[in-house]
C-alpha cells in the first residue's frame, strides 16, 4: 500500500511520517514544497504545492492513501485545498485522510474552521473515499499563546477548550492510515479528555514548563485593538482569526468532549500537562 504523506516538515505531519516509515507493509511518499527539508528516511520525496494542479498530479500518482495535513493559514487557503484535493481525485488516490478543525462549518466562530468546511466540501465534491479528523485546538500550543510577560489575552471569558494532543492526533492518523477501509466515511472529533477554562490552561500549563502564566480577559475590541498595535501589518483575515480564537472558546465552539482518540487508538487522550512533557 503506498501511503503519501503531506506536512512531514511540520509537527504532525512529522509524527506520523515518523511512525510510518520503518513499517515494511507501507510503501512511503513524503509530498513537500522543499526536497531539502524532508526527513532523512529511505522513502520517496516528491515536490510540489497545493496550489500547483500538475505537480501535485504527477506527485501523487500510484498512492493508494493520502495524508493530507491542512495548507498553511493564507487568503486563498481554500483556493489551494481545493486544487489539491481535485489532483488526487485527477491522479487516482483512493483515499484521503484530512485535518480538519472541531465543528467546522460553513458560519464557525474560528473563521479558519470554514476553511476546513469547504475542504470538506471539496472531498465529497469528489467521490473520494474520505476520513476526517476535526482537531480541536493543539493544547501543546496553548501556553505559547502568551506573550513575553507570560499573558493569554483574549476574549475567552469563562469559556471552554477541549484541546487535544499534537501527539494524540498523529497517533489517530497512524491508526486509519494503517486500516484506511476501516474508516472510511468516518468523522472523528479529536478532543483531549476535559474542557478547561485558559485561567486553567494557564495554570496548569505554567505548572508543567516551570513557568509563570495567567490569562486576562479582553473585549472584541480590546483584542482587535491590541493585536493591530503589535502587528500593524496583520490583514484582516489574521485578526478575525486570531481574535475567532478567543470568541470560539467563549461560545463553547470548542468545549465538547469527546472518546474519540481513545476509540481509535486503545489509548486515553493526554492531559495537557502529558502533551507538553511526553518525549
Do not use: K
Not at 36 to 54: G, K, L, N, Q, S
Not at 116 to 128: K, N, P, Q
Not at 173 to 198: K, M, S
Request: overall charge negative; hydrophobic content about 45%; glycine content about 8%.
Amino acid at each position: 500500500m503506498t501511503i503519501a504523506i503531506t506536512g512531514s516538515t511540520g509537527a504532525v505531519g512529522g509524527l506520523v511520517a515518523r511512525s510510518l516509515a520503518d513499517d515494511l507493509r507501507t510503501d512511503l511518499r513524503l509530498v513537500v514544497r522543499d526536497a531539502a527539508r524532508a526527513p532523512d528516511y529511505d522513502t520517496d520525496v516528491r515536490v510540489c504545492t497545493y496550489a500547483d494542479r500538475d505537480a501535485s498530479v504527477e506527485a501523487l500518482r500510484g498512492v493508494d492513501t493520502l495524508f493530507m495535513v491542512s495548507a498553511a493559514e493564507a487568503p486563498d487557503r481554500r483556493e489551494q485545498h481545493r486544487t489539491f484535493i481535485r489532483a488526487a481525485a485527477e491522479a487516482g488516490v483512493g483515499h484521503v485522510v484530512y485535518t480538519s478543525f472541531a465543528g467546522a462549518a460553513a458560519d464557525a466562530t474560528f473563521t479558519l474552521g470554514r476553511d476546513h468546511f469547504d475542504a470538506e466540501a471539496a472531498i465529497r465534491e469528489t467521490g473520494l473515499a474520505a476520513t476526517i479528523l476535526r482537531d480541536n485546538f493543539y493544547s501543546d500550543l496553548l501556553p505559547y499563546f502568551a506573550d513575553a510577560t507570560g499573558t493569554i489575552r483574549g476574549p475567552a471569558g469563562r469559556g471552554r477548550v477541549a484541546a487535544v494532543a499534537r501527539a494524540d492526533v498523529a497517533a489517530v492518523a497512524e491508526a486509519v492510515l494503517r486500516d484506511p477501509a476501516g474508516h472510511a466515511g468516518a468523522v472523528y472529533a479529536l478532543t483531549g479528555p476535559e474542557a478547561l477554562t485558559l485561567e486553567e490552561v494557564a495554570g496548569r500549563a505554567g505548572a508543567a514548563l516551570g513557568r509563570e502564566l495567567r490569562f486576562v480577559d479582553e473585549t472584541v475590541e480590546e483584542a482587535y485593538a491590541s493585536r493591530r498595535a503589535s502587528y500593524p501589518e496583520a490583514e484582516d483575515w489574521q485578526l478575525d482569526a486570531w481574535v475567532s480564537t478567543y470568541t470560539a472558546i467563549a461560545d463553547g465552539s470548542v468545549a465538547e468532549v469527546t472518546g474519540d482518540v481513545e476509540r481509535v487508538t486503545g489509548r486515553p487522550a493526554r492531559p495537557i500537562e502529558a502533551a507538553l512533557t511526553d518525549g
